[in-house]
T-cell receptor
Framework: ETGVTQTPRHLVMGMTNKKSLKCEQHLGHNAMYWYKQSAKKPLELMFVYNFKEQTENNSVPSRFSPECPNSSHLFLHLHTLQPEDSALYLC???????????????FGSGTRLTVV | GIQVEQSPPDLILQEGANSTLRCNFSDSVNNLQWFHQNPWGQLINLFYIPSGTKQNGRLSATTVATERYSLLYISSSQTTDSGVYFCPLWETSGSRLTFGEGTQLTVNP
């Protein structure tokens, strides 16, 4: 375990379903992230939260809705997804970058999502 | 945006062999991590190495920021080293990590 816990590990959902992915960290980090990893593609940043506030949305479709109730928890709510949204969704956390100082990322194990 | 180029894209080794993985960057290197993604998708942090050289057991990494590249050395490789290796760069303008396509390493027994 890295200190960043994601649940569920695997999820199969239909295109009309609503589901949520959960991420939890107790590393004292204040920044949390969602990344998407599709087959044969580099990891893509989806959302960034710093101190519970969303600071980046990388042009993600509205069928993905993030929620960050506190600095330790991050959710990704899913609704009316498409088969091409099937991917590995990775959560990460870090201390916020401050200028040139950076303390590195810690990733969770990911949720492997299949949309049928 | 920043481009991260990793080489080789694929590498197959026999157990016990040594290897060097390389990352080239299109922009200044301020913050850099090396990760190993195992076959189950877990991304494990290997090194945080914006510059200089670090060693951890059979692994070592060197970043030459002024020349915009980083190297990961794996010595006496083991089958558990198999997976994909990434060297994402942290963009100075924010919190974004930019990933390359990775190096797929397969170590055969």
């Amino acid at each position: 375990e890295t200190g960043v816990t994601q649940t569920p590990r695997h999820l199969v959902m239909g295109m009309t379903n609503k589901k949520s992915l959960k991420c939890e960290q107790h590393l004292g980090h204040n920044a949390m992230y969602w990344y998407k990893q599709s087959a044969k593609k580099p990891l893509e940043l989806m959302f960034v939260y710093n101190f519970k506030e969303q600071t980046e949305n990388n042009s993600v479709p509205s069928r993905f809705s993030p929620e960050c109730p506190n600095s330790s928890h991050l959710f990704l709510h899913l609704h009316t997804l498409q088969p091409e949204d099937s991917a590995l969704y990775l959560c990460a956390s870090s201390l916020p970058s401050r200028g040139e100082f950076n303390y590195g990322y810690t990733f969770g194990s990911g949720t492997r999502l299949t949309v049928v | 945006g920043i481009q991260v180029e990793q080489s080789p894209p694929d590498l197959i080794l026999q157990e016990g062999a040594n290897s060097t993985l390389r990352c080239n960057f299109s922009d200044s290197v301020n913050n850099l991590q090396w990760f190993h993604q195992n076959p189950w998708g877990q991304l494990i942090n290997l090194f945080y190495i914006p510059s200089g050289t670090k060693q951890n057991g059979r692994l070592s990494a060197t970043t030459v920021a002024t020349e915009r590249y980083s190297l990961l050395y794996i010595s006496s490789s083991q089958t558990t080293d198999s997976g994909v290796y990434f060297c994402p760069l942290w963009e100075t303008s924010g919190s974004r990590l930019t990933f390359g396509e990775g190096t797929q390493l397969t170590v055969n027994p």
